[in-house]
């Protein structure tokens, strides 16, 4: 990996790529890093790159002057209802944290979800991630049911919020 900037966000560009992009798999390598660092393993959700893709998924990349910045994915859950679909991977790189990048990822993921006519987003975090469940409870997400792998997992938090 090569250096990370630690000036704040500037020229940022949002970009689709397939989630099995060079790009997203770096990305999402540091994430899953990430999940060892905090809860002893990665996430072992299973996923398939073509759930990210159109038109029932994206996954987006944020580059910063001309760095990796971050990411966040979309994919359909008719699991969860009608309209529902579950947010995957936002991460925003060490380097970046603190400008305001996460929110500016999560509003984006939002506006896009409504674009792909979705009527609700659904995520799951844990409590190791603290400041992903502030920006979630800040930004409107309410408790939600558990879903997924993680379900009645100990400490695993799940939130939905109604898009409008």
């Keep these: 990996m090569g250096a990370v900037s630690n000036s704040p966000v500037t020229d940022l560009v949002f970009r689709d790529v397939p989630f099995d992009s060079p790009e997203a798999v770096s990305l999402i390598a540091e ?16 996923v398939d ?4 893709a159109p038109p029932t998924g994206l996954f987006t990349i944020a580059e910063a002057g001309g760095e990796l910045a971050g990411c966040v994915g979309l994919r359909g859950n ?17 380097g970046f944290r603190r400008h305001g990048l996460a929110r500016r990822l999560l509003a984006s993921a939002e506006l896009r979800a409504m674009a792909l006519g979705y009527t609700r987003l659904i ?3 844990g409590t190791k991630q603290p400041e992903a469940v502030a920006l979630y409870r800040s930004a409107g997400y ?23």
């Design 31 to 46: 994430v899953q890093q990430e999940y060892v660092v905090r809860y002893g393993g990665p996430d072992d959700t299973p």
């Design 49 to 52: 790159p073509a759930e990210f």
């Design 78 to 94: 008719p699991a969860e209802g009608e309209g529902s679909v579950e947010m995957k991977r936002l991460y925003v790189r060490p």
């Design 123 to 125: 995520l799951e975090t």
């Design 142 to 164: 309410q408790p939600h049911a558990g879903f997924g792998l993680y379900k009645d997992e100990e400490g695993s938090l799940h939130f939905a919020k109604n898009l409008d």
